[in-house]
C-alpha cells in the first residue's frame, strides 16, 4: 500500500491518540461483532463473552496490539500480520470473512471513544485503505 506522507501523518496521530485506549477500543469492538453477528461466537467456545468480562478485554487488547504492529509497518502490513493471517487461517481456520466484521466493528468504535475535537478529518482514500488492512 501506497501513502502519502499527509496520510501517513493522519494515521500515526489517530494511533496516538487510538493507543492510549486500546483495551477499551478492542473490548468495545468484540462486544459489538458478538451482539451484531453472533455467528462470529462460535470461534470463543471457551471465552466468557458476557460484556466487560476478562477475556473480551485481553483479547481486545490483543486485537488492537495487532493493529499497532500494522501502524508500524505501514510500508508492510502483510508481513507485520503474516504470523497472525496463518495462525487464524490455518490453525483456527477463522472464515476470512471475520476479520471485515470485525473492521466494520472497530470502525463503528473508534469516533465512540475519541472526542471530536481530536480526530483529524480522513481522506476518503486513507479510510479505505485502512477499512482494508485487518481484513487482509
Not at 510500508?75 to 500480520?81: C, F, M, Q, T
Request: hydrophobic share 40%; with cysteine; net charge positive.
Amino acid at each position: 500500500m501506497s501513502l502519502t506522507k499527509a496520510e501517513r501523518t493522519i494515521i500515526l496521530s489517530m494511533w496516538g491518540k487510538i493507543s492510549t485506549q486500546a483495551d477499551a477500543i478492542g473490548t468495545e469492538a468484540l462486544e459489538r461483532l458478538f451482539a451484531s453477528f453472533p455467528q462470529t461466537k462460535t470461534y470463543f467456545p471457551h471465552f466468557e463473552l458476557r460484556a466487560g468480562s476478562a477475556h473480551l478485554r485481553a483479547h481486545g487488547a490483543k486485537v488492537v496490539a495487532a493493529l499497532g504492529d500494522a501502524v508500524r509497518s505501514l510500508d508492510d502490513v502483510a508481513g507485520a500480520l503474516s504470523r497472525l493471517s496463518e495462525l487464524h487461517a490455518y490453525i483456527l481456520r477463522v472464515d476470512p470473512v471475520n476479520f471485515k466484521l470485525l473492521s466494520h466493528c472497530l470502525l463503528v468504535t473508534l469516533p465512540r471513544t475519541s472526542p471530536p475535537t481530536s480526530r483529524p478529518t480522513p481522506t476518503p482514500r486513507g479510510t479505505s485503505s485502512c477499512r482494508s488492512c485487518p481484513a487482509s
